[in-house]
């Protein structure tokens, strides 16, 4: 673990990025959460993440990146012409969720903001599972730009990833332990009332409350 004192951390109101935050909080190191708006069709996940830095006392800043939405292109998380395939993670298909440079971009600007309050590191919670499906949770990927982050300002700014050898299960039961509220935290990537239980991230939630024997509090359509 980085030894930052002042982070600021990539958040946007999923279950690793609670958990990362409430951690953090616990560590007293968290100065800052950011989120980001950048045309997602799960965007509900930012009233999570905002209910939960209140609960923190966690100061929450929100980063409007919806005029990007065109250069992301055809994806199925922005793309309102694409429909959010179903199944897990593992399945070809799964692809169609990747944002381009998604990670690269939200960690550069959450670097930007960490520079100008003073901050000496960026968190954020890729974890273990991601690394089949986005390259920009990879190992490779991130120790890359951890270099890159040393480098951009006078003072090296650390990038942490507390979960990058973890599995989402593992998370879960770090929560647990954290007192998480898991009914507020949202996964479902197709954004409707209730979880649809049926995509990727849904199947990935289910299936990590049950191995770690964590009473699961969402709600699924299905």
Same mark, same amino acid.
């Given at each position: 673990?980085?030894?930052?004192?002042?982070?600021?951390?990539?958040?946007? @109101?999923?279950?690793?990025?609670?958990?990362?935050?409430?951690?953090?909080?616990?560590?007293? =190191?968290?100065?800052?959460?950011?989120?980001?708006?950048?045309?997602?069709?799960? &965007?509900?996940?930012?009233?999570?993440?905002?209910?939960?830095?209140?609960?923190?006392?966690? +100061?929450?800043?929100?980063?409007?990146?919806? &005029?990007?939405?065109?250069?992301?292109?055809?994806?199925?998380?922005?793309?309102?012409?694409?429909?959010?395939?179903?199944?897990?993670?593992?399945?070809?298909?799964? #692809?169609?969720?990747?944002?381009?440079?998604?990670?690269?971009?939200?960690?550069?600007?959450?670097?930007?903001?960490?520079?100008?309050?003073?901050?000496? @590191?960026?968190?954020?919670?890729?974890? &273990? @599972?991601?690394?089949?499906?986005? +390259?920009?949770?990879?190992?490779?990927?991130?120790?890359?730009?951890? #270099?890159?982050?040393?480098?951009?300002?006078?003072?090296?700014?650390?990038?942490? =990833?507390?979960?990058?050898?973890?599995?989402?299960?593992?998370?879960?039961?770090?929560?647990?332990?954290?007192?998480?509220?898991?009914?507020?935290?949202? &996964?479902?990537?197709?954004?409707?009332?209730?979880?649809? @239980?049926?995509?990727?991230?849904?199947?990935?939630?289910?299936?990590?409350?049950?191995?770690?024997?964590?009473?699961? +509090?969402?709600?699924?359509?299905?």
């Amino acid at each position: 673990m980085s030894s930052a004192n002042s982070i600021v951390a990539i958040y946007s @109101g999923g279950l690793d990025s609670t958990v990362m935050l409430y951690q953090l909080a616990s560590e007293g =190191r968290l100065r800052e959460a950011v989120s980001f708006d950048y045309g997602q069709k799960h &965007s509900k996940e930012l009233a999570f993440a905002r209910q939960n830095c209140e609960a923190l006392g966690i +100061p929450h800043f929100v980063c409007d990146m919806r &005029s990007m939405v065109k250069i992301f292109g055809d994806n199925s998380l922005t793309c309102a012409g694409a429909e959010v395939p179903e199944g897990n993670y593992a399945d070809e298909n799964m #692809k169609s969720t990747v944002v381009p440079n998604r990670n690269m971009i939200m960690v550069s600007a959450a670097a930007a903001r960490a520079i100008s309050i003073g901050c000496d @590191g960026v968190a954020y919670a890729a974890h &273990s @599972g991601d690394h089949a499906i986005y +390259p920009d949770c990879r190992s490779e990927f991130t120790d890359a730009l951890e #270099k890159v982050l040393a480098l951009c300002h006078y003072t090296p700014i650390a990038l942490l =990833r507390p979960f990058v050898n973890c599995t989402k299960a593992e998370i879960v039961s770090i929560g647990a332990k954290l007192g998480v509220d898991f009914s507020k935290t949202w &996964s479902c990537y197709k954004g409707g009332d209730l979880h649809c @239980g049926k995509c990727g991230t849904c199947m990935e939630r289910r299936q990590a409350f049950e191995l770690a024997g964590v009473k699961d +509090p969402t709600q699924y359509s299905a």
